[in-house]
């Protein structure tokens, strides 16, 4: 294992994205690194994410948000290609084209704790790895749990 390999084994366990029956991707997107968002004061959150040049990754790969709500994300495309990004929101998905040097911004709601990936559907940019995920951890609101009694956790 590399020292940068190790690393990022490290930050993923660091943030609980490695473990089963957790917040857990595993090891799915060892390309990039893990970005937190930033909250304004009326609990709108900002990020920012970059493709960089002749990588084919977004960094970083896994956006974690501390609640569900109102993201405005921000990409960057650093790469001499074109790429796009289709980003998950309540109701419909979000598209923005990325021409090569460019940068793109959208409004997405994300309201419930869960894995929400996305990627570049431009050529097979999503094979070659062009993926990321956003993440929100905590428990599903009371109203859409099952009808069934507590289940035994690791």
Avoid at 31 to 37: A, D, F, L
Avoid at 113 to 141: M, Q
Wanted: hydrophobic share 35%; charged share 25%; with cysteine.
């Amino acid at each position: 294992m590399t020292t940068a390999e190790s690393d990022r084994a490290a930050e993923y366990a660091a943030a609980g994205l490695d473990g089963q029956n957790r917040t857990a991707l595993g090891r799915l997107l060892g390309t990039g690194r893990i970005g937190y968002v930033e909250e304004d004061a009326d609990g709108t959150m900002r990020a920012e994410i970059r493709i960089p040049e002749d990588e084919l990754r977004y960094d970083p790969a896994i956006l974690i948000l501390p609640h569900g709500g109102d993201l405005v994300l921000t990409l960057y495309n650093d790469d001499k290609n074109t790429h796009c990004a289709v980003l998950p929101s309540n109701g419909d998905p979000k598209f923005i084209w990325l021409v090569n040097h460019a940068k793109g911004t959208a409004s997405i709601s994300l309201d419930g704790p869960g894995t929400y990936w996305y990627g570049s559907t431009s050529g097979n940019d999503e094979g070659r790895g062009l993926v990321g995920a956003i993440v929100i951890g905590g428990e599903v609101p009371d109203h859409a749990k099952l009808d069934r009694p507590p289940q035994p956790r690791p």
